[in-house]
């Protein structure tokens, strides 16, 4: 078949292709999606992968499936031609939410694709609205481009990009096996959009990776029992807990036209059930997200320290670590610093500080100068899905500071948990004033430390 392509008409674009609006010989409508080999190696053993998915799956009606009617593979590029969208699912969702008796129909018909994908035993990986496409009335799956087929051993290639952050299943966030669960996850973040007119999971503050491991979201009162349950399994965040393939969720969404009222009254209960079930699962979710921030605010933590008794050594040779369980500690000529973490894994974090992970106090020992001293703390927030490590000091507004105590260690919240002021909105809070608060390194430690022991030795 002879087209042509129009680069001055695109009608898409993704992360390694554009979409182009296409013509054949006869005059047909068509779109070619151009991938472009930039890496020429990498690159092509990826859209290599795409054709060969689309060679297992055969065309047959009603699958639900976008196909390709002709592919050419050029030095630098490969071009697949399919039949021309009238649209997308994200146009019909800009437009508002969708009316319920559509939402099911278009489930379902997104789930006869996905069932159809399950045939040749391939996960697809990046469902989401621009991937489902109306053609002729229908509701179809479209772009392969990292799908994968399951029977196979897995490729490096297969696995440079892993779909879309707002509709990727939590378990991908962890690096576990992704399965056509992680599938059916991101078929439910659609079915929320599709009832709602908003993502299950919007993307902000550069941080979804914790959104979808720590957030339920909630569909409006009222809203049917079947569409209820359907979307509490799909988001459960358990992979297990979800169906098994996309060949339950249809049957439930079919089925549910046929339901007597007394079987719509039970609907309701599973309803509530389900969703029971999928804030049980949440739960434990948020206890793995938060223990794997905490793993990696403590490596940072590790680090900084391992680097300050470097810093601190090469002033004072004689200084020498010491082994404290909970504690970090060094001592040199009499003296001693030490950072004592009264914050950390298993803390409950308190709603209007998420972000927290980490909170300890530094600690300076000055024998015969002066004593013990509190002068700064360290604290762990999680800033844009990384921990970001701050050294602060803290007043308390109206406290009598004993001479030469201008440091006190944070004061206690109402729910008896330490927590920095600084990510408190900017403004005092339980009555502390902000002295410092800047990115913490070992510099930055020393500098403090410095800080407070010139004075004290008449430097």
């Known amino acids: 078949m002879a087209f042509t392509y129009n680069t001055d008409d695109r009608l898409g674009s993704g992360a390694f292709s554009n979409v182009y609006a296409a013509t054949d010989d006869a005059g047909r409508k068509l779109a070619a999606k151009v991938i472009q080999f930039r890496d020429r190696e990498d690159d092509l053993q990826l859209a290599m992968r795409e054709v060969e998915i689309?060679?297992?799956?055969?065309?047959?009606?009603?699958?639900?499936?976008?196909?390709?009617?002709?592919?050419?593979?050029?030095?630098?590029?490969?071009?697949?031609?399919?039949?021309?969208?009238?649209?997308?699912?994200?146009?019909?969702?800009?437009?508002?939410p969708v009316p319920e008796a559509e939402v099911k129909n278009i489930l379902i018909q997104i789930a006869t694709g996905m069932e159809s994908l399950a045939l040749a035993s391939v996960v697809h990986r990046d469902i989401k609205p621009t991937n489902v496409l109306e053609l002729n009335g229908q509701w179809c799956l479209t772009d392969f481009g990292i799908s994968r087929i399951t029977s196979r051993a897995r490729a490096d290639h297969t696995?440079?990009?892993?779909?879309?952050?707002?509709y990727r299943a939590?378990?991908?966030?962890?690096?576990?096996?992704?399965?056509?669960?992680?599938?059916?996850?991101?078929?439910?973040?659609?079915?929320?959009?599709?009832?709602?007119?908003?993502?299950?999971?919007?993307?902000?503050?550069?941080?979804?990776?914790?959104?979808?491991l720590t957030e339920q979201p909630e569909l409006p009162e009222g809203t049917d029992p079947t569409l209820r349950s359907v979307v509490a399994q799909l988001l459960n965040k358990e992979p297990a807990a979800r169906p098994s393939d996309a060949r339950q969720v249809r049957e439930q969404l079919v089925a549910s036209g046929r339901l007597s009222p007394e079987q719509s009254m039970l609907l309701g209960v599973r309803a509530v059930v389900d969703e029971r079930e999928a804030l049980s699962a949440l739960g434990q979710s948020?206890?793995?997200?938060?223990?794997?921030?905490?793993?990696?605010?403590?490596?940072?933590?590790?680090?900084?320290?391992a680097r300050f008794v470097e810093l601190l050594t090469e002033v004072f040779p004689t200084a020498e670590p010491e082994q404290i369980p909970g504690e970090f500690r060094v001592n040199f000529n009499g003296m001693s610093v030490s950072f004592l973490r009264f914050v950390g894994q298993g803390f409950h974090y308190a709603a209007d500080l998420p972000e927290l992970i980490l909170v300890g106090e530094v600690k300076v020992r000055s024998g015969t100068i002066h004593g013990e001293a509190t002068i700064a703390n360290l604290y762990s927030l999680w800033v844009n899905d990384l921990p970001q490590l701050r050294i602060a000091q803290f007043e308390i507004e109206g406290y009598e500071l004993p001479p030469g105590r201008d440091l006190v260690k944070l004061p206690r919240a109402a729910n008896s948990h330490y927590m920095p002021r600084a990510y408190a909105e900017?403004?005092?809070?339980?009555?502390?004033?902000?002295?410092?608060?800047?990115?913490?390194?070992?510099?930055?430690?020393?500098?403090?430390?410095?800080?407070?022991?010139q004075p004290l030795t008449g430097q």
């Open 286 to 305: 948020l206890q793995a997200a938060n223990a794997e921030r905490f793993r990696q605010a403590a490596v940072q933590v590790h680090a900084l320290w």
């Open 159 to 166: 696995w440079r990009a892993t779909g879309t952050a707002e």
């Open 170 to 212: 939590p378990e991908v966030f962890r690096d576990q096996d992704e399965t056509v669960r992680a599938d059916l996850y991101s078929l439910g973040c659609i079915a929320y959009e599709l009832i709602t007119g908003v993502q299950a999971f919007p993307y902000a503050d550069g941080d979804i990776r914790i959104r979808q």
């Open 54 to 96: 689309l060679g297992e799956l055969k065309a047959k009606p009603n699958d639900h499936l976008v196909h390709a009617v002709d592919i050419a593979l050029e030095s630098d590029h490969l071009v697949l031609v399919m039949a021309r969208a009238d649209r997308t699912l994200a146009d019909l969702i800009a437009e508002g």
């Open 426 to 453: 900017h403004g005092p809070t339980f009555g502390e004033i902000v002295i410092s608060d800047e990115l913490a390194d070992a510099n930055a430690l020393l500098r403090y430390v410095a800080a407070y022991l």
